[in-house]
């Protein structure tokens, strides 16, 4: 059965703390996304992935960072947590070619006081 | 940035009624796909629709891609409290570099029994 795994259900972070939120799949995808999940305003891709060690924003990067070491671990980094990065994270995987398809991870609900 | 708006936004139905969700966009997309998100879980695939005009069944799910490719309709007969759930239309944009997906904002459905 495929997979996609993020490390935290559920974080609770102070305001200027580092925090990481860490993605494995297990399906040998070249692609990996990251987006963040709030009411209303469906998903927004932070950024994403279609090979080892390279990475592009996408629609809001402001504030985050990513590392892709190794093909199936897609890390986001946020320097310096803010309260309005509170929000629910989605990782995802897809398959090169095609219409594709994405394959989420549970999500992360990170919450900054 | 891609947008797609979705509507409506929340929608509460008794069991057996029909309804129908509406994405639009400005935008034309490669394709376009619906995914379902339940409580706790990350999105998952329900169609993928390619052809303008194109129309595709899932039982009781009927899924229409607009002629232009810019918009696209899910409608469900005879809904069940399985149906409950937020779906997701996803605008996809082929790239040299891989697929890009962008999100609408999201129809909560609620089937009450």
């Known amino acids: 059965d495929v997979k996609v795994t993020q490390s935290s259900r559920y974080l609770v972070k102070r305001t200027g703390e580092k925090v990481f939120l860490e993605c494995v799949q297990d399906m040998d995808h070249e692609n990996m996304f990251w987006y963040r999940q709030d009411p209303g305003l469906g998903l927004r891709l932070i950024y994403f992935s279609y090979d080892v060690k390279m990475k592009e924003k996408g629609d809001i990067p402001e504030g985050y960072s990513v590392s892709r070491e190794k093909k199936e671990r897609f890390s986001l980094i946020l320097e310096s947590a803010s309260t309005n990065q509170t929000s629910m994270y989605l990782c995802a995987s897809s398959p090169g070619g095609g219409p594709g398809e994405l394959f989420f991870g549970e999500g992360s609900r990170l919450t900054v006081l | 940035t891609q947008l797609l708006e979705q509507s409506p936004q929340f929608l509460s139905i008794q069991e057996g009624e029909n309804l129908t969700v509406y994405c639009n966009s400005s935008?034309?997309?490669?394709?376009l796909q619906w995914y379902r998100q339940e409580p706790g879980e990350g999105p998952v695939l329900l169609v993928t629709?390619?052809?303008?005009?194109e129309v595709k069944k899932l039982k009781r799910l009927t899924f229409q891609f607009g002629d232009a490719r810019k918009d696209s309709s899910l409608h469900i007969t005879a809904a069940q409290p399985g149906d409950t759930g937020l779906y997701l239309c996803?605008?996809?944009?082929?790239?040299?570099?891989?697929?890009?997906?962008?999100f609408g904002t999201g129809t909560s459905l609620t089937v009450i029994p």
């Open positions: 996803a605008g996809v944009i082929a790239r040299n570099t891989g697929n890009q997906f962008y």
């Open positions: 629709v390619v052809t303008g005009g």
């Open positions: 935008s034309v997309f490669s394709s």
